[in-house]
């Protein structure tokens, strides 16, 4: 039995202080959904490197990668043990394909990372550890770290990948109505994935309504090609549209699950 595979869209930070906010109600729910795995491999915007990194410290530190927010943010912690074995497991999937990996003992988990898992897995009772992603290699790159990535889910790896579905500063607002544009991309985004287009998603930037708007970086985008990557045809896809927060920030989270 697989694994499932899931990517959030994990928001501004303060998301962890809105206690009757819909998407952490979403990820209490997709929590309460998924079986208790080995282990979690999370793939962050928040991580970049040059070369795919793993961390593999026995007790990361929760990091608190972020400025100016409300002070109750910076005392939430998330006390899960580290997945240092995974290292194994990762430099064998990596090397029957010809991916470069290197291994950081002292990274922690950031807000990418744990502000979700304080919603799916509050307990903190499942080992964590993370993959780094690399902005200048572009979606393509992505999809094939994933691809190499699907042999954990066979060993009890549980993959979550946790970016945003939209990310441009410019677009944020305080008005109750989303943008339009967010919402088209997101549809378009989530109609692909659902049919596996795998070439109009990785071309997103000239081929979907508002594509290069919705993302002016990279980086927040790429841990979704990751997730993707480690789907396979035989998944079921389910796509959660919480809200879309900041008048542009489209919440979505897509699980895809093995039936």
């Known amino acids: 039995m697989q694994t499932p ?42 991580w970049e490197t040059q070369v795919p990194t793993f961390s593999s410290a026995i007790q990361p530190k929760t990091i608190h990668d972020f400025g100016g927010f409300p002070a109750p943010l910076y005392r939430l912690h998330y006390p899960a043990a580290g997945a240092p074995e995974l290292a194994t497991q990762l430099h064998a999937a990596f090397t029957k394909v010809q991916l470069p990996l290197q291994i950081d003992t002292q990274r922690g988990l950031d807000h990418g990372t744990w502000i979700p898992l304080l919603s799916l897995f509050p307990k903190a009772d499942i ?16 999809l094939q770290l994933g691809q190499a990535l699907q042999s954990l ?25 989303p943008l339009p544009a967010a919402i ?12 596996r287009a795998g070439d109009d998603l990785v071309n997103y930037r000239a081929k979907a ?33 919480p809200e879309v927060t900041y008048g542009a920030l489209a919440m979505d989270a897509y699980l895809w699950k093995t039936t």
């Open 209 to 241: 309504p508002h594509g290069r708007a919705a993302h002016p970086t990279e980086d927040h985008i790429l841990p979704l090609f990751v997730a993707f990557g480690a789907s396979t045809e035989q998944d079921h896809l389910t796509r959660f549209t």
């Open 5 to 46: 595979v899931l990517f959030v869209s994990h928001g501004a930070p303060d998301i962890a202080l809105q206690v009757q906010a819909p998407t952490l109600a979403c990820w209490q729910q997709l929590g309460t959904q998924l079986a208790h795995p080995k282990a979690i491999l999370m793939i962050s915007a928040h």
């Open 127 to 142: 080992p964590v550890a993370q993959l780094s992603i690399q902005t200048q290699a572009g979606a393509q790159w992505h």
């Open 184 to 195: 088209e991309f997101s549809d378009w985004l989530g109609e692909k994935l659902q049919a």
């Open 153 to 177: 889910r066979k060993q009890g790896v549980l993959i979550i990948a946790s970016g945003a579905v939209t990310h441009n500063f410019a677009w944020l607002s305080r008005t109750p109505e």
